[in-house]
Every structure is written in C-alpha cells, then in structure tokens.
C-alpha cells in the first residue's frame, strides 16, 4: 500500500494546509531547531558505519548531518510523511550516497529492525496514537539499538510561542473542540510521566529525560517574526481557526504582536528563549 493511501487526517493536514507554511518559513524553522537538534546529535554515539533512521525529518537537514556522523560505510534514511519536505532534503543532501529519503507514515511503515540508533527531532509529538508510533519507530531497531528525540516542553517553557498566542488570545477566541489539526500538537510530549509510561508501553527500557534550553530566531525582522506567528504554531492556530474574524481584527494583531515583539529585536533577529527534552530509550537486547 502507498504512503497516500494510508495518510490519516493529521497527514493530510501537514501536506494541504501546513507544508507550504513551513515551505515560507523554512529560514525560522529550520534555524531555530537546529539550535536543539545541535545540542543532541554529538551525544547519540552515531559511529562510522552505523545505520540510523531519521523519524520526521522534515527539510532533511538532521538526516545530512546524521550521514557525516554516520560515513560512507555508514547509512541513513530519512523519513517523512510529505514529500514536498523530502524533495528539499534530496536536493540539498546530492552526493552523499549513504543517504536516502522515504515518504511514509512512521506510525505504521513496516520497517526493517536493521538499525543501531533511531532519531526524531520534534516529529514524535504529532503521532495520533504514540504509543503505536513510538512501538513501530522501536520495531526499526536491532535489539540493543538506541532511540533519542527531541520533543517541546510545556508552552509556559517556550515564551517564543507562548507571548505571540497571549497576545493573539486579547482578540480571538480559543479554538474550539472541532478545530483542524495536524495531530496532538507540539507540546503533547512535555510531561514526562506520561511520556514515560508510553515509551515502556511501547517497549523500551533505559529511559532518560534531559532538558535543552536554547534560544531561537522568530523571525529575521519584526514584520518576519508577526507574519511567521501568524501563520504557524500556537498563535497561528488561533488566527487560522478564527477564519473571518481574524481577518477582520489583523491589523490590530499585527500592532500588538509588533510592540510586544520588538524588545527582542537584535542585530541577529528577533531571539526569544524555548526549551526541549531529549527523551532516550533502548530497544531492549
């Protein structure tokens, strides 16, 4: 069976509403969690000739640098449930042989159980049912083989999604119960009890938590950082789901985001503090 047949509506979401988004957005995207992902890879133990799976790579810029870890007697596969990621990852990792990219849904791709570390950077939080996605990532690895991802701490961690969506809130209502969304949602995996209890549900043992604190660029400008927040994360989901009433009030929002924004304004960007887990597992062997 293809990918697209087996996509959920949370993939749909990604490819229809959410892909050209992070598309426009990929200078902020992908410069601000690579600032996590950086403080992570060194610490995998990634060796010469290890094969590693990628889980959510996105753009494919984690999967490249797995592949230097990795060498040429080495692989990795990155792997993505949208395609219109991967072809940015395909062109920008040509050359490097020991790298392939794969569309396909980590939460129930069969894959092989060929690989000695498996890696997601903030993909993991969107599964529609964890404990199925994080068991099926497991089922990739040889017996012994090691699992790290980096997920988002609570909201109230991260005031570089938590101010804007504040700020959204003074003009719109929350999103109601109906909402169309792209699955749990990026803070779905901030408890650690809970996360926990899922990744022994899911078979792995050896389970660790370490905390990432790292400061990441919004938006190059102001008017980048207003437009970036209205269009993705908390905030953006707000302003999506308000439809005709968002528009309506935009220029205010847009004012209020300005000012609030603009005393994190530096010579770099508009920087703002955010905060992640490392979550480590072993598949047991």
């Given amino acids: ?16 509403v959410l892909v050209p988004k992070f598309v426009r957005f990929k200078h902020i995207v992908v410069g601000g969690m690579t600032l996590h992902s950086a ?13 590693v799976i990628d889980i959510g790579c996105g753009f494919g810029d984690t999967s490249i640098e797995l592949a230097r870890l990795a060498g040429a007697s080495g692989s990795v596969l990155g792997v993505d449930c949208c395609e219109a990621f991967l072809e940015y990852g395909r062109r920008d990792a ?7 990219f794969l569309e396909a849904d980590a939460q129930n791709h069969a894959f092989e159980p060929v690989h000695d570390v498996c890696f997601s950077r903030f993909g993991t939080q969107f599964f529609q049912n964890p404990v199925a996605g994080l068991r099926n990532m497991r089922s990739a690895l040889k017996p012994g083989g090691a699992m790290a991802m980096i997920v988002w701490r609570t909201l109230d961690d991260n005031p570089c999604m938590d101010l804007p ?14 909402a169309d969304t792209c699955g749990p949602g990026p803070f779905s995996m901030a408890d650690q009890a809970q996360v926990t209890r899922q990744l022994e549900l899911a078979g792995y043992e050896a389970i660790a938590f370490k905390r990432i604190d790292a400061p990441v660029m919004i938006g190059s400008t102001i008017d980048d950082a207003v437009e970036f ?9 707000v302003y999506r789901e308000a439809g005709e009433l968002g528009e309506q009030r ?11 924004l603009a005393p994190f304004l530096t010579p770099a960007g508009v920087i703002m503090a955010s905060s992640s887990w490392k979550v480590s597992g072993r598949n047991p062997g």
């Fill in 1 to 16: 069976m293809t990918a697209a047949a087996m996509r959920s509506d949370y993939v749909d979401f990604w490819n229809d």
């Fill in 229 to 237: 927040q209205l269009a993705i994360g908390p905030a953006g989901e």
């Fill in 165 to 178: 969506k504040q700020v959204v809130l003074r003009f719109l209502p929350r999103p109601g119960g109906d």
């Fill in 39 to 51: 403080r992570v890879l060194p610490s995998l133990g990634v060796k010469e000739g290890d094969r």
């Fill in 250 to 260: 935009r220029d205010e929002i847009v004012a209020a985001l300005r000012r609030e």
């Fill in 94 to 100: 040509a050359g490097i042989g020991s790298l392939a």
